[in-house]
């Protein structure tokens, strides 16, 4: 008799739940090209002093045995990144002036 019985066997209540579903009301599509307002301009950016600060916070990686290593390919990466992150910064305009930071 366990077959006779639509809440058994987890068929029977599982496909209604689904066709209702498909019923349902359906998402309106997003106008991915409608105007946006604009966006103020930038801050200037200020580089970071130590950019592997915030990555040696959160302690040593969990890697027995090998932690040395890996602190060290980390901060190398870490560090890489930020000199990137400059260079794009300084590219586009958007650098921070070491006049700007005598006056913070």
Do not use: Y
Request: cysteine-free; hydrophobic content about 30%.
């Amino acid at each position: 008799m366990s077959g006779t019985n639509g809440n058994q066997g987890g068929g029977g209540s599982g496909r209604r739940k689904q066709q209702g579903r498909r019923r349902g009301n359906k998402p309106k599509p997003v106008d991915l090209w409608r105007p946006v307002p604009q966006l103020p301009d930038p801050e200037p950016i200020q580089p970071a002093q130590d950019p592997g600060i915030v990555l040696r916070s959160l302690g040593p990686p969990p890697l027995h045995g090998h932690v040395g290593p890996a602190e060290h390919a980390f901060e190398l990466v870490v560090r890489h990144a930020a000199r990137l992150a400059t260079a794009l910064a300084a590219g586009s305009g958007l650098l921070a002036d070491e006049a700007d930071d005598a006056d913070r």
